[in-house]
């Protein structure tokens, strides 16, 4: 199995509103380095797994409209718990649409899997992992 | 599949007797950054995979004993070869038995594995993966 | 010179509410690893620049009433622009009159200078370094 | 499941002559960090995976015919985009005969798996996993 | 003094023709990771020694002319050793200028000093630190 | 003012018998990543600081004696709270020494200053920077 991971980042804010999370039911924020890996079983016939161009621009443009903003504002985290863990999925289920509209070229439909990592600090972070399809 | 990860660290000293360990058969010591994943399919009622904080405090809980010890004169230890890789493995026994007794709420008790990788200088580490169960 | 440096780290929100900043006029956040150096021309007499573990725990009492805190609605910010550089300035004021006031022990009141860095993403980070007082 | 994963590093020119590559078109080269995960279910009689010296050689010896090299004027790329992705196989493949032939002892022939990766800058990595036999 | 770094990366080819390079004479490549620091004794009126998304800029309007590139082939490298510390000064040399002519603002003139950091392994990094005027 | 970094790192023993430092009085141990920086005004005739392979062959030299060893066992620590501060200065002293006879060649005598730095943990770290001469 190959695989091919790309960084970008955004900048934060949100509240998680239940009582579970103690102190950071408060209003804060956090930087989430995002690493998105992209697997298959066979290289394409450019002997890649997705153009790392391209997977840099889908993630970018994934992650764009969440930079700079306070996730409690945004109509679709109405009512959710924003935790890292939530936005590992999130992010991944966009990246997958995109993968399976083509944004990744005609063979980025032919994924095996998809893992989506936030590092939320230097000593904790989340990811999500699952098929493309 | 989801996961969270959390880091603590050790600084120990042991050697390893036995030949096949050349100079690292004499008394030496080593710093080990700690990571652990925990893994689960679904999130829970909040959004997580277990409570960071609580993991935070199970892998502060199970590496105290052994930090700035001399892992040779610990009666757990006596005739083991003190591997990195078998004190992956002796730290998650200690971990997953702490997830099935509560430790991490009773939610951490459905996680689907745990793994514990020990990173010992800049070019080395070693990790053990394994359900919780 | 020597210096020991120690880490810590704070998630918070704000605003930089001034055309300047664009985007980052929103409400948004920041995780920060907060890194400060402590330096000094000759050791004490136990070999040290200061004890490791009061530097930590100076720092961590420095940075926990900015933890988890929307720093827009703290009084001592009221009106200020929170950028990453003010920030390491005040971590520094903080710090460094903790010295004065010998929460370092009574030789941590001789040290020569302090340098704080906070670095927000992977790729950017701000520092503010000066004598202690 | 057990792992021990070792690092060393090359520096190399190459080009990707393909439209496909767009600016890496040209004669342009990387610094590859490279890491090698060597994973087995049982620990051997010494409580390792494999001696992380031997990993460490195996490792110098497969990337040396590649330090400070163009890859596009060694023979065995002759007409070969040498993507990443292709460079984790290629190293994997060389490894995995290192240890199957006793470079990692007599106990190194029974690994699970071996993993590659290689990272290219601090934004993009790629990998390939695969059985050894 | 404070100060704001940023982060951006190149990967080039080049030959270094002396005997003195060893090895490093033959055609091979890097993947340098550019850090930029810049200085100053106060801050400016937004609270901030330069604005971070300019200096991201400026860093990646001087290092593009040379990603891709093998530096053998550029006209201003003809007959230059271009060693990672060379490369440094040369960096420095471009940001300092831009700085002079107003890219980072007309605050971003009165700058104290610029540090220039290239990676060019885990292992090995060169520096160029200077005053801008 | 340039400089070269180059690093090692090794793994040890020790004790610091004095109250001062409580749970580290016991015999324990650490990997410390050496990083070692030269620094000078001006680059040689073939554009360098030092020959990185010498930097780096003297640095491993330097280090070597101490690997997997027991500090509290070698003579010339006999007495000596062996703090990362102090081996900082141990190590400073013995590049600073092979600088000044010739180890990094003719040149490498007209140093501006050296400055080695010991990482011990994720969380701390040393240095100790002066003139070579």
């Not at 039911?25 to 956090?30: E, L, Y």
């Not at 009512?79 to 509209?101: P, S």
């Not at 032919?110 to 699952?130: C, M, P, Q, W």
Request: net charge negative; glycine share 6%.
């Amino acid at each position: 199995m190959f695989s091919v991971e790309v960084r970008d980042r955004i900048m934060i804010a949100h509240s998680l509103p239940d009582p579970f999370f103690g102190p950071a039911q408060n209003m804060h924020g956090a930087t989430f380095v995002v690493d998105v890996a992209f697997f298959r079983e066979q290289l394409t016939n450019q002997n890649v797994v997705v153009d790392i161009g391209a997977a840099l621009d889908v993630l970018s443009k994934t992650v764009k409209p969440l930079a700079y903003q306070n996730l409690d504002a945004l109509p679709q985290f109405k009512g959710v718990l924003t935790t890292t863990e939530f936005l590992c999925k999130y992010i991944f289920d966009a990246v997958a649409k995109a993968a399976r509209e083509g944004a990744l070229g005609a063979e980025g439909k032919a994924l095996a899997k998809i893992r989506v990592t936030l590092s939320e600090t230097d000593l904790a972070r989340a990811s999500y992992e699952g098929p493309v399809g």
